[in-house]
């Protein structure tokens, strides 16, 4: 097995997707206690003193009590090179999340106890299914009164049409979980209660189900239970099949609380056996490339301004693909045309970097951006020359019309707005002849407003003018006639605009008065998004 094969069967590259509140951020950070990347994790009573979750190290997403971007962590575990995709699991970034399962070769779905499958992760794992991801269900919150295990792995079946596998079961009664049954290892792992809030590894006795200390430790009628629901498993289950897993077509189970650190050690250890290494990666022209082809290759996943507002710098993440990255060398932009040198490789565990002097296939690594990457970009050495496939484009259903505040303040607005346009928080529009004395941007959900002018301030000291359009439809417009564009016709409650790369837009208030400009203007076409990027 040469290096390069070697390297890539021990990589792990995964996001975390979920339902907001079901407690995503601080599973993250408690994968990262036990990989030893942090020695004392967080709490509840914790973040009241002002601690913040080790991913989260935007100032909005520490007062607002929410991720809103993706994160990107690694830590070695028991020979494992793992990196964690922690994504917004508030809707209204749902893109974020979208092009950070890109980068994915799994997911793992969070579950809360007590709420079961929510909208949201009903959403996103249709998402991470239709990209033929295996998908792991870590169910949450077993330390507080949930729903019954049975009923959860019930829900799971019929409203998201998988079959689960449930791995772990938990031994107790509903709030009071002492710990979890391994159906593979057929082992029984019970937790020792502790006064540590979940900031230290949680100590455990291992035994067999016909141990007699672990019959003492669990009671008769506990013990009598478990036996009970093993045999219910056992005969009405599905029998665990590796290949239907790959396909995402049977999901594992876990039960576990993030909060107390309950059966959170057995999880990543059972996931990081049973979890993809990385994967060959689609290119746009249909073709395959392998992880162990020896040329290097990566795509743009993310870009994000003023990690550290000390230096306001700018970093774009990319998933290397193929071959092996070496610190200083020089690769091919496909988008450009041009070789370009990828200065200060970076690795994150938050806002802690390290430099990268060498990095492997399922690896993300930061690179210093001068401003000439973009989402979905493909990089690759010389002879290579690849481009992967397209990324999702979501159009965008809430607009509004910002300007300065302060026209002095001119060059710092249009510098946000271009960077974060960029990094896709916002799509921006503007109308012609009109110069750019205001923008018009578009977004999915309302909070991408919220932070797009708490940024601007805080990052770049403009303040915003904001007026809402009341515009909820957008969709590009080709015609073989530009001069139609000029005549169009039943725009009453419409405006035309263009988008950055100048291709013309029309925004209308409801699909009603979408067809109204439809039937007036017989010579066009309208898209969803434009026709040279992917749907979703």
Request: glycine letters at 8%; proline letters at 5%.
């Amino acid at each position: 097995m040469t290096e390069l094969q070697e390297k890539i069967a021990k990589r792990r590259t995964f996001a975390i997707i979920s339902h907001p509140d079901a407690g995503k951020t601080t599973l993250t950070e408690k994968l990262l206690l036990y990989g030893g990347a942090i020695h004392l994790a967080g709490s509840v009573k914790a973040r009241k003193a002002n601690k913040h979750a080790v991913s989260d190290w935007m100032e909005i997403e520490k007062q607002r009590g929410i991720s809103v971007t993706s994160s990107v962590l690694q830590f070695d575990y028991d020979g494992y090179r793992v990196n964690i995709l922690d994504t917004p699991g508030h809707q209204d970034f749902s893109e974020d999340t979208y092009r950070t399962l890109m980068a994915a070769d799994s997911a793992v779905m969070l579950i809360d106890a007590a709420k079961g499958v929510e909208p949201q992760t009903k959403k996103l794992f249709w998402v991470a299914h239709r990209r033929h991801l295996p998908i792991f269900t870590f169910v949450n919150k077993l330390d507080r009164y949930g729903r019954n295990p049975f009923d959860l792995m019930d829900e799971i079946e019929k409203l998201l049409n998988i079959r689960a596998f449930p791995i772990d079961w938990p031994i107790g009664i509903d709030g009071h979980y002492q710990g979890v049954y391994n159906r593979l290892a057929k082992t029984i792992e019970l937790f020792e209660e502790d006064g540590s809030h979940g900031s230290k590894k949680l100590q455990s006795t291992t035994g067999t189900l016909d141990d007699p200390k672990i019959k003492e430790m669990l009671g008769e009628e506990l013990y009598q239970n478990l036996c009970n629901d093993i045999e219910l498993l056992d005969m009405a289950g599905d029998e665990f099949n590796m290949d239907l897993v790959t396909k995402g077509e049977l999901t594992p189970m876990f039960f576990g609380s993030a909060m107390t650190n309950f059966g959170v050690e057995g999880f990543l250890k059972k996931f990081l056996e049973l979890s993809p290494e990385p994967q060959p990666r689609e290119l746009l022209d249909g073709n395959i490339i392998e992880p162990e082809n020896e040329s290097f290759s990566a795509f743009v996943f993310k870009i994000q301004a003023n990690m550290n507002p000390a230096h306001r710098d700018r970093i774009s993440f990319m998933r290397i693909c193929s071959g092996i990255f070496d610190k200083g060398m020089t690769v091919y932009h496909t988008q450009s045309g041009k070789p370009v040198k990828l200065a200060q490789p970076q690795q994150f565990m938050a806002q802690e970097r390290t430099i990268v002097e060498r990095a492997y296939p399922g690896d993300i690594i930061g690179v210093f951006d001068p401003g000439i990457f973009g989402i979905g970009d493909s990089l690759s050495n010389e002879k290579l020359k690849v481009q992967f496939e397209e990324f999702p484009v979501f159009p965008p259903e809430i607009f509004a019309r910002v300007q300065p505040k302060d026209s002095l303040k001119r060059k710092q607005f249009e510098k946000g707005i271009l960077q974060l346009s960029q990094e896709g928080a916002i799509q921006v529009f503007h109308q012609e002849g009109m110069g750019m004395e205001s923008f018009i941007v578009g977004v999915v959900g309302e909070l991408q407003l919220e932070v797009l002018e708490y940024r601007l301030e805080n990052e770049y000291n403009a303040q915003l003018v904001m007026t809402r359009l009341p515009y909820g439809v957008a969709r590009w417009v080709y015609t073989d006639k530009l001069e139609t564009l000029d005549h169009l016709k039943g725009m009453d409650n419409a405006m035309l605009v263009l988008d950055k790369k100048e291709r013309p837009v029309i925004l209308v208030n409801n699909e009603w008065a979408l067809n109204w400009v439809v039937e007036r203007n017989p010579g066009i076409e309208l898209t969803i998004v434009p026709n040279d990027v992917a749907r979703v």
